[in-house]
């Protein structure tokens, strides 16, 4: 089984759990015999390449007015879209993207022949982003083209490649699989961005099997979007397991840490935990919370603490890198992730892996597949405040959960979920 | 005859390093010592170094008619002597002419005066004995940190044996009266006061190179018949500005330093103008009014308010927090801890955390070295907590050999 792959980010380049997943699922597709090609723009050379082959989107020349015009649908126009719509991007990081992206961006490399341009992706979330969406798909028909007779079935991952795979789908004529890990209504609430919510739904409609990561985006992938719940199969996500060299990491409070790691965006919800945690230090107040993680909610938040009167236990790490995301698991005692709407949230695994006790929201995809979760309603921030309270006060429950979450987490591996995916692959391709 | 009273601030904060949340009880040293030694250098060469040589030239050259005022922060005392002693000699040799007077402030510099009254007595009578330490004369006359004053603070300052004290000559304080002349404080009126020309101030130390300004270029000539004539009222000019404006906020190229240098002989050869230190000028001139100032002002912004520093709730939720830790720090006593909340204490971790950037932005841009509010606020707070922890621990093991020694003596 050969696998042409449409993503956007791969490890170590990533910015969301969305090049987390690709990197484990390509992993488990690989155990299983299953080859993939992954195209991504901007391959920077250094991804961890052993599980695939990573292919350059700008290196592969695309030839001008021959399919483009087909497959970018004829009724497009090229909109700047807001900025809050953009996936994983706060409006600051936005801004001086779109002033860098200015000046490199839209190079066109000329090469002899003025038929043939060599587009050069940005690899990131930039000011164009539509135009990106629709130049990627352009090159992927070229990928298609040129990976002719290499590849059985065509798998996208999340709208930003939906074109492409709709593009690779018609040149080669293979199936297409797309691959839902966050909805527009996930990333903006009610407020969705018509274009981003149009090209989900042609993407869906397009594709001969639907992959959703929980029931919950499943639901909303046949109730928002009108898609035949015969295609659309749910695949839980996994979670990798690494060499943990940071288990032994000394720490330097001994208070306890009640950890928070995400982007600071309204969808995470942060506000939740902030009012949860001063709710905590009126009781007990040998504890700490620390906010790891950046987003356009994070000046709010700052204010908020400082106006609770509680910013000398509260901390804020800013966007961590590597080994820091290691470390900021191995020091905490309680793990916290209160997302308003969470289509999975792969970030509970990894702290249950570290051995930290987790407390998620109901309102999230992970919450199908773990027991060994305290698990309450994003908005009840007295029931968060009594199961933080819980978890450190009460050293058995922590220990306890600590315990048979390790156990529950190891149990979750990428091998069963690549597997189903297999299946799936095969039951198109036949 | 009119008196211009030249009076001069020094100071240099001791700037944080990016202390993050994993340094946390593991690390604490807090400062940023190549910022701290790179600036104070670069300020030494460009300012302290070539100012001082200039003024103890005219002061000799003028056998006495030149004199002067510094007030000078702990903070930038203890970086002189860690990173550019030479300075401190040069001040040295200006104290030794007997033209220059060192007025008495706080020692880090602080804010003490809004919130902890005892903290602020405490921290100015560390800096005098500093002053009577590095200089050899006691301060007679005061300035708050960032000319902060009000009523009650002068009070508090009146009690400490201070006969004079500066202030900003603020609009919304002085209304129809001038600037040009001594006051006294409203509580106790043996306290007079010095109010900053904050237009002729402002003239040298913000307009003097700006070329979109109608009077530049701004030439001693100029400048003194902006004040020798007989129908500009007052019998005082207080000049009262950073003394970093000579070479660092106004760069050597602008002719300042040459401004300075020909001011004294052109003013003195007017026969109308004669220069006095803070305290000669308060002692010379009666008070003709008692002055007002029931909320505290400072020679800050357009507000003259003391907002820079305490106008948000980033900047309260700090400073509150911070002097929380005076008991515990008191109680302690030690010179390592006294050294750290000192440097903590200082007003520009405030001044930092400002998030007024409309018309006054520019002058915070300029001071400050974060790329925002926040990010400072964060970084302050994550140092505080770390001070806090080791108080905690300090206290803690205190309180054991404490019990230990008396289970001992009762044995």
Redesign the interface.
């Known amino acids: 089984m050969r696998v042409l792959m449409f993503g956007w980010e791969f490890p170590p380049h990533i910015a969301g759990g969305l090049g987390t997943a690709c990197y484990g699922l390509t992993k488990g597709l690989a155990k299983h015999d299953v080859k993939v090609i992954f195209v991504m723009p901007h391959a920077t050379g250094n991804e961890d390449q052993r599980f695939v082959r990573v292919v350059n989107a700008s290196d592969v020349d695309a030839t001008y007015g021959d399919f483009g015009k087909e497959f970018i649908p004829g009724d497009m126009t090229f909109i700047h879209i807001d900025s809050n719509m953009v996936p994983y991007i706060s409006p600051e990081e936005f801004e001086a993207e779109r002033v860098k992206s200015q000046q490199t961006e839209g190079r066109v490399t000329q090469h002899g022949d003025v038929w043939r341009e060599r587009y050069n992706f940005s690899g990131r979330y930039g000011a164009n982003l539509m135009e990106e969406v629709a130049r990627y798909a352009v090159v992927a028909a070229e990928v298609a083209r040129q990976l002719e007779g290499q590849f059985d079935v065509i798998h996208a991952h999340d709208w930003l490649t939906y074109y492409a795979g709709m593009a690779a789908k018609q040149v080669s004529g293979k199936p297409l699989v797309v691959h839902i890990h966050a909805t527009e209504f996930d990333r903006s609430g009610e407020n969705v961005n018509q274009s981003v919510y149009n090209i989900e739904r042609a993407g869906m409609e397009a594709a001969d099997r639907v992959i959703a990561v929980s029931n919950l985006t499943r639901n909303i992938v046949t109730s928002r979007y009108g898609i035949d719940p015969s295609k659309v199969v749910t695949v839980h996500n996994a979670v990798t397991f690494g060499v943990d060299s940071w288990k032994d990491f000394?720490?330097?409070?001994?208070d306890k840490i009640v950890t928070f790691l995400g982007r600071i965006t309204y969808q995470k919800g942060p506000d939740y935990f902030v009012e949860a945690a001063a709710k905590v230090l009126k009781k007990v107040p040998n504890v700490?919370f620390?906010m790891a993680g950046s987003g356009d909610m994070?000046?709010h938040v700052?204010?908020r603490?400082?106006?609770l009167?509680i910013?000398?236990?509260f901390?804020?790490?800013?966007f961590l890198k590597g080994d820091?995301v290691q470390?900021m698991f191995a020091?905490s005692d309680v793990y916290i992730m209160p997302s308003v709407s969470e289509p999975f949230g792969i970030s509970p695994l990894e702290a249950m892996k570290s051995n930290v006790p987790v407390i998620i929201s109901k309102q999230s995809g992970v919450a199908e597949v773990l027991d060994y979760a305290v698990k309450v309603d994003y908005w009840d921030v007295d029931a968060m405040a009594d199961a933080i309270y819980a978890l450190i006060q009460y050293p058995a429950l922590g220990k306890m959960f600590a315990r048979k979450g390790l156990q529950e987490v190891t149990s979750l591996k990428w091998d069963n979920a690549a597997e189903k995916v297999k299946e799936i692959y095969e039951s198109v391709s036949q | 005859m009119k008196t211009i009273c030249f009076y001069f601030q020094i100071h240099q904060p001791l700037r944080l390093k990016t202390y993050?949340?994993?340094?946390?009880?593991?690390?604490h040293y807090y400062l940023d010592d190549v910022a701290n030694s790179t600036i104070m250098r670069k300020v030494a060469n460009r300012c302290y170094l070539p100012m001082n040589s200039l003024l103890l030239k005219l002061i000799k050259q003028h056998k006495g008619a030149f004199r002067i005022s510094f007030s000078m922060s702990g903070l930038a005392v203890e970086q002189f002597r860690e990173y550019a002693p030479e300075v401190l000699d040069s001040f040295r040799e200006l104290a030794a002419t007997g033209c220059v007077e060192f007025l008495g402030e706080t020692y880090a510099h602080s804010l003490a005066s809004l919130i902890d009254n005892d903290e602020f007595v405490d921290q100015i009578k560390k800096h005098s004995a500093m002053i009577k330490k590095e200089f050899g004369m006691k301060p007679t006359t005061f300035r708050n940190t960032e000319l902060i004053y009000s009523d009650t603070i002068g009070e508090t300052v009146a009690s400490l044996g201070f006969k004079a004290m500066l202030a900003e000559g603020a609009k919304h304080i002085l209304g129809w009266k001038s600037p040009n002349f001594v006051y006294a404080n409203a509580i106790d009126q043996k306290l007079r006061l010095l109010l900053r020309n904050y237009k002729l101030s402002d003239d040298i130390a913000f307009r003097f190179s700006d070329r979109g300004w109608n009077e530049w270029p701004l030439t001693v000539d100029k400048f003194i018949s902006w004040i020798t004539p007989e129908d500009v009222p007052g019998e005082i000019v207080n000049l009262f500005m950073d003394y970093e404006t000579f070479g660092e906020h106004q760069d050597a190229s602008t002719g300042i330093f040459d401004f300075m240098a020909y001011l004294p002989k052109a003013a003195l050869a007017t026969k109308k103008i004669k220069f006095a230190t803070c305290s000669e000028t308060a002692a010379a001139h009666q008070p003709v009014a008692v002055l007002s100032s029931p909320h505290p002002m400072s020679w800050a912004d357009e507000e003259r308010d003391v907002t820079a520093w305490l106008g948000?709730?980033?900047q309260?939720?700090?400073f509150?927090?911070l002097y929380s830790l005076r008991p515990s720090v008191k109680a302690i006593g030690s010179k390592d801890f006294d050294y750290v909340w000192n440097f903590m204490q200082s007003s520009d971790h405030f001044y930092y955390m400002a998030t007024k950037w409309l018309s006054d932005g520019d002058v915070h841009k300029y001071f400050n070295p974060y790329e925002?509010s926040?990010e400072s606020?964060?970084n302050y707070?994550?140092v505080?907590?770390d001070f806090?922890?080791e108080l905690d621990k300090k206290k803690e093991e205190l309180g054991k050999s404490a019990r230990k020694s008396k289970s001992v003596s009762h044995a």
């Open positions: 000394e720490r330097g409070v001994d700490r620390v994070m000046n700052v204010r603490v400082a106006k009167g910013a000398d236990r901390h804020f790490t800013g820091d470390k020091m | 993050r949340f994993f340094n946390m009880g593991k690390d948000n709730e980033l309260n939720e700090a509150n927090k925002s926040y606020f964060i707070m994550n505080l907590s806090a922890i």
